[in-house]
């Protein structure tokens, strides 16, 4: 597709549940990012995928996350053991390379809103 | 370690009137620095970028920014606010060969009022 996509849109899960988050990037794009958003707050890193390697997971909060990008085009995000304190929305981002091209610029998809009841 | 301010959480203004959405940053090395939009439920969008060229930037939709290094500030403004122009704004600070690539403000709510 043209932009970066996000699936599912909206996720509602019961505590305790493994959740996973699905991200296919433009193409083309080698660099990927998970950001999760919560309410009233700017987007926070977790992790970032050059390839098919995790090149930077510090922001993932907590051994609970993970993330995989085997073929180096889409992503997973997975959360196992949810609570309700994940509750947020979860943003993919792609750009061309490391240092996204010669902007920096991120292509952000439109997220996967998780709720945690 | 970079960061950025966005001094005001909430902005709203008259159809017709100026926008002023004021961001500071900090950072050890020279930054990129970049505005988003967030409309409801819809993805980030780029508005404009400075990466060391220009310090007044150009951005879509009659937005513009202008670095001002002794200010370390890089605030936002448009002439002219239309009800479009409603929704949330992220100043965003890169440093170059960083991996965490972007570290976001934590957004200005523009309000536009008829």
């Known amino acids: 597709g043209a932009g970066v996509s996000q699936t599912p849109s909206n996720k509602v899960t019961e505590k305790g549940k493994y959740v996973e988050l699905r991200c296919d990037p433009i193409?083309?794009?080698?660099?990927l990012y998970w950001y999760r958003q919560s309410l009233g707050q700017g987007p926070e890193f977790l992790i970032y995928?050059?390839?098919?390697?995790?090149?930077?997971d510090s922001g993932l909060p907590n051994d609970r996350f993970f993330a995989v990008r085997p073929e180096g085009s889409v992503s997973t995000l997975k959360i196992q053991r949810t609570e309700r304190g994940d509750s947020a929305v979860y943003l993919c981002?792609?750009?061309?390379?490391?240092?996204?091209?010669?902007?920096?610029?991120?292509?952000f998809g439109e997220g996967s809103r998780l709720t945690v009841l | 370690a970079q960061s950025v301010t966005q001094l005001d959480s909430h902005v709203s203004v008259s159809e017709g009137t100026p926008v002023l959405l004021r961001c500071n940053y900090s950072?050890?090395?020279?930054?990129?620095l970049f505005w988003y939009v967030q409309h409801p439920n819809k993805g980030l969008q780029l508005l404009l970028k400075?990466?060391?060229?220009?310090?007044l930037v150009k951005g879509i939709n009659g937005f513009e920014a202008e670095f001002k290094k002794s200010e370390t500030s890089f605030h936002l403004t448009k002439p002219s606010a239309h009800m479009s122009d409603a929704a949330e704004y992220f100043c965003?600070?890169?440093?170059?060969?960083?991996?965490?690539?972007?570290?976001f403000g934590s957004g200005t709510q523009l309000t536009v009022l008829p």
């Open positions: 981002a792609s750009s061309l390379g490391s240092s996204g091209g010669n902007t920096g610029e991120l292509f």
């Open positions: 193409s083309g794009h080698t660099a």
């Open positions: 995928f050059q390839g098919t390697g995790a090149a930077d």
């Open positions: 950072s050890s090395y020279s930054p990129s």
């Open positions: 400075y990466t060391s060229a220009a310090t």
């Open positions: 965003v600070v890169r440093v170059w060969g960083s991996a965490r690539q972007l570290t």
